[in-house]
């Protein structure tokens, strides 16, 4: 009954949060964390670093010590060979801690910005390849499998990576949306709610926990 009673006040916080401003509301499901991090490392190239988040989020949902059953690690889902390559460019050669977020990060980005060049400039199909390996997508363009456009990103061969594309795209848009394009994220409150962040938080990790 306590629990239920708690729900029905965190509801009708956040309509009422919905209804006095959205964005702030839905920043709650598309938060962004190592800005820090992301800023540096996307300074130095042309990657948008909500790009970047959109990567992290799909990735790994922001957890540094996130690890695939394929051994990818960290962050931006590193394999062990693809950032030992991508050391050894940078003149890295200290040991390689992925679950180091500013390692993982920089590592990441470097990797997404030589995608990028070797696709001249096709961020659609560099993040096919970040997915599904640069050997595939090379083969799939020159074997016409798929033309490398978002208007035919169903035409992918690998589903894995077909619906990996998909979904960054879908929260690069949705980042774009709720932080108005503007870098770093401004993290908003409502003034006549100055507790609804906390409430809400709270609310969202208990909810988490018991429908697991």
């Not at 708690?6 to 709650?28: H, M």
């Not at 690998?158 to 394009?181: K, P």
């Amino acid at each position: 009954m306590h629990y239920r009673k708690g729900l029905f006040s965190i509801l009708i916080i956040a309509v009422t949060a919905g209804l006095l401003n959205w964005q702030v509301f839905l920043r709650w499901f598309y938060p962004i964390e190592y800005v820090t991090e992301i800023s540096r490392y996307t300074q130095s190239s042309s990657l948008d670093p909500y790009l970047v988040a959109s990567i992290i989020r799909v990735e790994s949902n922001f957890q540094p010590t996130a690890r695939s059953p394929k051994g990818a690690t960290g962050l931006m889902q590193l394999m062990p060979e693809t950032a030992a390559w991508v050391a050894a460019r940078i003149g890295l050669n200290d040991e390689l801690d992925l679950a180091v977020p500013d390692l993982n990060i920089r590592l990441g980005c470097w990797y997404l910005d030589s995608l990028r060049e070797e696709f001249a400039g096709n961020l659609i199909v560099a993040l096919a390849a970040y997915n599904g390996g640069r050997g595939n997508v090379n083969r799939w363009l020159a074997e016409k499998r798929w033309d490398g456009r978002i208007e035919t990103v169903d035409n992918i061969p690998f589903l894995e990576t077909r619906l990996y594309v998909q979904r960054v795209l879908g929260v690069y848009s949705w980042y774009l949306r709720l932080y108005s394009g503007n870098w770093p994220p401004a993290y908003l409150t409502i003034p006549v709610l100055p507790d609804l962040s906390r409430r809400f938080a709270l609310w969202f990790k208990k909810a988490r926990l018991i429908l697991r």
